[in-house]
């Protein structure tokens, strides 16, 4: 399987508007009403997308919570993002935001 390929310090951004919790596992409800549950595993990396933090970020706070060290977590979140990706609940589009214009 082809890993995305997503820079160190390119911000992640969510494609989900609506989500709840329950036992650890993230339950979204994507723009076009497709219900998605998360594992906890992907539930702590969607959780910290946030159109600010990197994936280094990202990283580095997933293998805290996990108390793993940084090359397996960064193995784990890229195969999280992937996923993540593949379903449409984010998009690792580089935006414009209007102060940087």
């Known amino acids: 399987m082809d890993s995305l390929v997503v820079d160190d310090y390119e911000s992640i951004h969510k494609k989900t508007y609506v989500w709840k919790k329950e036992k650890g596992c993230a339950i979204t ?8 549950i998360l594992d ?11 159109d600010i933090k990197t994936l280094k970020d990202i990283t580095e706070i997933y293998a805290e919570k996990k108390s793993i060290n940084y090359a397996d977590a960064l193995n784990q ?3 999280i993002i992937d996923v993540l990706e593949k379903v449409q609940l984010i998009s690792l589009e ?7 214009i």
């Open 77 to 79: 979140v890229s195969n």
């Open 94 to 100: 580089n935006y414009l935001w209007l102060e940087d």
């Open 40 to 50: 906890p595993d992907q539930t702590i990396v969607w959780e910290e997308i946030d």
């Open 29 to 36: 409800i994507t723009e076009k009403g497709r219900k998605n």
